[in-house]
T-cell receptor, first 113, second 114 residues
Framework: GENVEQHPSTLSVQEGDSAVIKCTYSDSASNYFPWYKQELGKGPQLIIDIRSNVGEKKDQRIAVTLNKTAKHFSLHITETQPEDSAVYFCAAIGGGGADGLTFGKGTHLIIQP | SAVISQKPSRDICQRGTSLTIQCQVDSQVTMMFWYRQQPGQSLTLIATANQGSEATYESGFVIDKFPISRPNLTFSTLTVSNMSPEDSSIYLC???????????FGPGTRLLVL
């Protein structure tokens, strides 16, 4: 089955700086890679996703890049703000769309004022 | 995205008892999933709730411990049976989005077993 590795486990950045979180996956058949943000006491919120036919996707301050050859994908957050503080999870899913997601272990992002 | 609600939002239960968690979505969806998130950990898929047939369980999860119902396309339940303190977790349901792979999560049910 799929295995997703995520690092770092904790990331502390100054407000206004950029943050990068990296994930690798093991199943070359995986073709969909979402990122979730989870705030304390809440369920995970989908913030951006990318499919295997695309190398990069951007949504305002958030971007995701995918390298299928190396089987890794990354989340980039620019101009970080205090409300970006949360736990971020990467995930992967195989083909077919009927499968559940395999999650990374999460990154606790701390934005220092 | 769909609006997903879960009941209860949290509960404290005694070991040996069972708790049924409800998941309601505001639109019809084909796929619903149940995940477990142990304290400070990531999410692990328990099972896929199939409408009109038995749920499909992941390795390490069995129907006797986590029976699932899916009576229609907007509702599902997960029961945590014969609970022990190790079952203390957040239980989350998710539903597929318009793009099949996309999944949206409910707010979760926080369970503490004493």
């Amino acid at each position: 089955g799929e295995n997703v590795e995520q690092h770092p486990s904790t990331l502390s950045v100054q407000e206004g700086d950029s943050a990068v979180i990296k994930c690798t996956y093991s199943d070359s058949a995986s073709n969909y890679f979402p990122w979730y943000k989870q705030e304390l006491g809440k369920g995970p919120q989908l913030i951006i996703d990318i499919r295997s036919n695309v190398g990069e996707k951007k949504d305002q301050r958030i971007a995701v890049t995918l390298n299928k050859t190396a089987k890794h994908f990354s989340l980039h957050i620019t101009e970080t703000q205090p409300e970006d503080s949360a736990v971020y999870f990467c995930a992967a899913i195989g083909g077919g769309g009927a499968d559940g997601l395999t999650f990374g272990k999460g990154t606790h992002l701390i934005i220092q004022p | 995205s769909a609006v997903i609600s879960q009941k209860p939002s949290r509960d404290i239960c005694q070991r040996g008892t069972s708790l049924t968690i409800q998941c309601q979505v505001d639109s019809q969806v084909t796929m619903m999933f149940w995940y477990r998130q142990q304290p400070g950990q990531s999410l692990t898929l328990i099972a896929t709730a199939n409408q009109g047939s038995e749920a499909t369980y992941e390795s390490g999860f069995v129907i006797d411990k986590f029976p699932i119902s899916r009576p229609n396309l907007t509702f599902s339940t997960l029961t945590v049976s014969n609970m022990s303190p190790e079952d203390s977790s957040i239980y989350l349901c998710s539903v597929e989005g318009q793009n099949q792979e996309t999944q949206y999560f409910g707010p979760g049910t926080r369970l503490l077993v004493l």
